[in-house]
């Protein structure tokens, strides 16, 4: 399939200025354990507000599970309080898997730095480790070269994968900057 013709490319199109956002907020967050932490405090958060918008999949009871774990090497505290993001269409919420499936490619290369930091698999890493190695990204795809959606579902998809990403940008803010634990 042309990239034209799949909605693969077409949300990623639709979102690059979003990803490049959140890249650049994670950007030194793998420098030391500090910067580790706050990322771990902010994808807690963020897998939390994705449990509201797509249920208790669980890919995502696991990802809340070993976050926790995480947070509990690093001496890192939870943000609790949710964003309520607001997808309800299934088409949005296709966006918020989009994003969420997308991001274990991008957990793979992560791990390797907080490995260097001296977390693995059984100690500090659970979840990029988890997340790496899940099969979502392929699964997603699959169902993504399947589907054929009208414009005003497509545009809901794109919508709710920017959606996600600004979540996953004020999680990342506040992880960083204060919101209260």
């Known amino acids: 399939m042309s ?16 990803h490049a956002r959140v ?3 994670v950007g030194d967050a793998f420098d030391d354990v500090a910067g580790y932490a706050i990322f ?4 807690h958060r963020f897998v939390a507000n994705a449990r509201h918008v797509l249920g208790d999949a669980e890919e995502l009871v696991a990802c809340e599970a070993a976050l926790l774990a995480d947070l509990g090497v690093v001496g890192g ?24 499936a997308g991001s274990s490619l991008g ?14 698999a059984t100690q500090g890493a659970r ?20 589907l ?10 794109c919508a ?5 990403f600004a979540c996953v940008e004020r999680c990342l803010d506040d992880a960083r900057y204060g919101a209260a634990a």
């Open 23 to 25: 890249d650049a907020r």
């Open 40 to 43: 771990l405090r902010a994808m």
């Open 77 to 100: 505290a939870p943000i609790i309080d949710l964003e309520t993001p607001a997808a309800t269409r299934d088409d949005a919420r296709l966006g918020w898997r989009y994003v969420i």
């Open 148 to 157: 054929r959606l009208s414009p005003d579902e497509e545009r809901a998809a």
């Open 160 to 164: 709710g994968a920017n959606e996600a």
């Open 3 to 18: 990239p034209s013709n799949s909605l693969r490319w077409r949300l990623r199109d639709a979102t690059a200025d979003a």
């Open 127 to 146: 979840y990029l480790t988890l997340h790496a190695q899940g099969d979502a990204w392929r699964t997603l795809l699959s169902t993504l070269d399947a």
């Open 107 to 120: 957990a793979r290369v992560l791990l390797r730095r907080v490995e260097a930091l001296g977390f693995d």
